[in-house]
């Protein structure tokens, strides 16, 4: 008992003590630069006079609009938009890979916004709110921007721009319209409905239909007894378990913040199938990436608990399912095929690297794996990947879209320092955190995948970035 009294003052003394951390604590002063700059002042004015002129067209109209059974329809639909956007994204989670197309994405988006037009014209004092977007997201996407129109090939690269777009209007959508804990709650209760239905979905594969063992997936010489992984409604297990990663961590803010012990139980229970689930898709890279997001949790929601956390980790361990215990020990096996050949891709993609570092090649993978045949070392097939999150950003967009994605990262980080250690409500606390829980925790598995070769993953990691910024302007408000 002692010794584990002596490792818990030790690891908070080590947190406390740390120069990283404090700096991170420090007030931040670049968004003041930023909302006082000429640029954000003609952007503010270019997208919200148009709309600041129909508002007081519809306020002379307002009697004749909502005489019409349309505007009273709309009207209603603009009061609870946040459940609009909360069905928009189950329906992005559940539809099963083999019936979704991207186009289905373009046109959620493109029909989420035209009523959000509508619902900034029709309610008062409402904005497209772009002080409370982060600078470091106007120049990620402003950089993404200028590397689909520098591409080597430009016509490719701008088809694959246009997913970055919606996910950007998305992200501003989600920012603009949360102006309640109640509308940001109900959101993130919406999100977990669709993850407990994907799971589900998952059960239902893994217990009925079954899966089969697929050995492009699983190297079957150092998985003997591995059953088939499952991949719900994503196509691929390692995908699945980038979206568990990135929305398991809300769990925790919801049976933190329901009241009523019965709730509380209730969501715990919804939880299990989906970590069930987890273990079952057989990703080592999601399943070290959770533990990652969940001592992130606990870091920001309460450090003193770290140590035991790290311990009841440690014990579980050897409780873990035979198959499980034997795939997670494959993490540290050199002869595991599938990291042989990620070194490989590697290895090759940093030759091109060397050529392309600056501006890279252009936006998409389709650019990324023809130029990516003149470097690839013999043995190596089509790749249409690195792997690597970061290598790939690099690689398609240049170095000015890598760092303005690391320091958006780190500004976030910081946010949530700052954010957590001055707001009293814990409820948007526990929602902040859950939020960067799994961005983080996805940033992880982008070491071992290129988490955004999915559209649907790209499109998700931004909605919790949008979270977090809505969140943000609500404890500011505060």
Partial sequence: MKRMIMMRSNILAILNNSRIISSFKEPDRLNRIWENSFFYRILNLIINSPLEWLQKVYARN???????????????????????????????????????????????????????????????????????????????????????????????????????????????????????????????????????????????????????????????????????????????????????????????????NEKSFVKKGFWALLMLPVLVILLKTGSRSAWVSFAFAVFVFVFFWNKKYIPYLILLGLLALPFLPSSIYRRFLTIFNPNDSSLQYRQRILGSAFLMLKDYWVTGVGLGNRVFSVIYQRYKSLGLTTVAHTHNLYVQMWLEAGVMALLSFLYMLIRLIKHTFVSTRLNKDKRLNNILIAALAGILGLCVMGFADHIWFYNRMLYMFWINVAIILATLKLINRK
Avoid: C
């Fill in 62 to 256: 307002e009697n004749f609009f909502l005489s019409s059974i349309t505007g009273k329809l709309l009207s209603f639909i603009a009061k609870y938009f946040n459940i609009l956007i909360g069905m928009i994204l189950i329906l992005t989670m559940i539809i099963p890979d083999h019936r979704w197309y991207n186009l289905y994405g373009v046109l959620l988006t493109l029909g989420l916004f035209l009523m959000f037009i509508i619902k900034i014209i029709i309610t008062e004092e409402a904005r497209v709110d772009l002080r409370n977007i982060d600078f470091t997201l106007i120049i990620f996407f402003t950089s993404i921007f200028i590397a689909a129109a520098t591409s080597l090939f430009p016509r490719d690269s701008i088809n694959y721009l246009i997913y970055y777009f919606i996910t950007f209007l998305t992200l501003v959508i989600i920012v603009s319209t949360i102006n309640s804990y109640e509308e940001l709650y109900n959101l993130i209760k919406i999100i977990l409905i669709g993850v407990v239905l994907t799971a589900l979905y998952g059960a239902y594969q893994w217990l009925v239909v079954g899966v089969e063992v697929n050995p492009s997936l699983t190297d079957l010489s150092i998985n003997q007894g591995m059953g088939g992984r499952v991949y719900s409604t994503m196509g691929n297990p390692n995908i699945y378990g980038e979206l568990l990663v990135l929305t398991l961590p809300f769990f925790g803010p919801v049976v933190l």
